[in-house]
């Protein structure tokens, strides 16, 4: 009879702590469903702002895509662009390519590995922090250690930060300092390969080259396109690095002027608030047209044991 009453009414013992358990985990997901409603709300009301005329003094006017408009007919929002292209197309493959290889050589039995682990991915944990940056842009000083290391040779160097010929590759060379989260990633990856496909390509006489083409980089593209994704998101909307530079000018002459540095002084320092949110959701469209991509390449280049 209990157990009739159970399935007819959903009474019982069993059916309580069935209700306990819910209640109990909707009470976990509570400040997850309470943090989603304080991200929600801010992300359709920047996509409103981005049709309107906003400046945080008055009352948004709608203006349709005239914000995207502008965009494009904007001098330095092109210069933002051009920036963050460059950034990105030449600091991501320098980077991976300086991971692969470091968890390469730390693969091959190395003594102290965790040490040597430690050190080249304490530059990652880091980031590109203010204090970074800071230290970076000393090094490369008119009078920093690089140029004075040069000047024992008789070289006169370049202030590598603030020449517009360099300030945007010091920015690179920053970045791709930092390669070591993608190396532990890889580094674990290696570590997965069976060491039998080394020794059979071995006795068959491949070489070293041979076997990272044909054994290395296939069953290591998996890990190669999780890293490339991850970096390419972040370098899209790198911020800090442009800011700290050269006090949040993107100089010399717009030369660091990042895509998210440019959104900042239109939105913090100009205002434009419309205008801003209309940058933002362009880069977030340009950033998933990215991803996509590159998840559709990846059925020709990626491969996975199944």
């Known amino acids: 009879m209990p157990a009739a009453r159970e399935r007819r009414g959903g009474r019982g013992p069993a059916a309580g702590r069935r209700r306990h358990r819910d209640r109990a985990g909707y009470l976990f997901l509570l400040p997850w469903f309470l943090g989603m409603l304080l991200v929600v709300i801010p992300f359709f009301a920047s996509l409103y702002l981005a049709f309107t005329d906003y400046n945080l003094l008055n009352d948004p006017k709608w203006i349709g895509f005239e914000n995207f408009r502008e965009m494009f007919a904007d ?4 210069q933002s662009l051009k920036v963050t292209f460059t950034y990105t197309f030449v600091s991501v493959p320098l980077s991976l390519a300086a991971a692969l290889l470091v968890a390469m050589v730390l693969n091959r039995g ?28 000393e090094i490369f000083g008119r009078e920093g250690i690089v140029n004075a290391f040069l000047g024992w ?13 360099y300030a945007l590759s010091m920015l690179i060379v920053l970045h791709v300092w930092t390669f070591g989260s993608p190396m532990v990633i890889f580094l674990a990856g290696l570590r997965q390969i069976p060491t039998m496909y080394y020794e059979a390509a071995a ?66 320092n100009q205002f434009h608030m419309g ?5 933002a959701w362009t880069l977030l469209i340009v950033i998933a047209v990215f991803t996509g991509l590159t998840f559709l390449s990846g059925k020709y280049w990626v491969h996975y044991d199944n």
């Open 153 to 165: 040779f008789g070289v006169q160097g370049p202030s590598w930060t603030t020449d517009p010929d």
């Open 275 to 279: 205008y801003a949110s209309a940058m």
């Open 75 to 78: 001098p330095l929002y092109l």
């Open 110 to 137: 190395v003594k102290g590995l965790p040490v040597y682990r430690a050190v080249f991915y304490l530059p990652s944990l880091l980031g590109a922090s203010v204090a970074v940056v800071l230290l970076w842009r």
């Open 203 to 268: 006795v068959d006489g491949a070489s070293r080259w041979r076997q990272f083409r044909s054994i290395t980089l296939p069953l290591l593209s998996p890990i190669i396109f999780f890293n490339l994704i991850q970096s390419l998101i972040a370098s899209f909307q790198t911020f800090t690095q442009g800011f700290v530079m050269n006090n949040g000018s993107g100089g010399p002459a717009n030369s660091t002027l990042f895509y998210n540095l440019y959104l900042y002084q239109q939105g913090f």
